[in-house]
């Protein structure tokens, strides 16, 4: 059974940092790709960064230049480095295993609130 696991979420000030881990229960080579969506109170989840098999990533623009995402795959483990961090960024942050012709398979999420 598939599981992602969430962690490194917390309260930080503004222009503070953060590291999420997302570790998997199988090989992330499983998945096409991952990553890293967030949901604020209101709004819908959206996307904040993907990894793709090939190590293609792409970002939001919102987070471009501050967010990094990373994977170290003997720890099945996708990481989302999280620096310069803005008030707007306070959201719960999920992450998500993608696989073809599949519904996504999702963590439970870990808060981050940024402080102005």
């Known amino acids: 059974q598939v599981q992602l696991v969430e962690s490194g979420g917390g309260l930080v000030q503004a222009g503070g940092s953060l590291r999420l881990s997302c570790a998997a229960s199988?090989?992330?080579?499983?998945?096409?790709?991952m990553g890293w969506y967030r949901q604020a109170p209101g709004n819908q989840r959206e996307l904040v960064a993907t990894i793709t098999n090939g190590a293609t990533t792409k970002y939001a623009d919102s987070v471009k230049g501050r967010f990094t995402i990373s994977r170290d795959i003997a720890k099945n483990t996708v990481y989302l480095q999280m620096n310069s961090l803005k008030p707007e960024d306070t959201a719960v942050y999920y992450c998500a295993g993608h696989r073809a012709l599949q519904t996504p398979y999702w963590g439970q999420g870990t808060q981050v609130t940024v402080s102005s």
């Open positions: 199988v090989t992330i080579f499983s998945f096409n790709s």
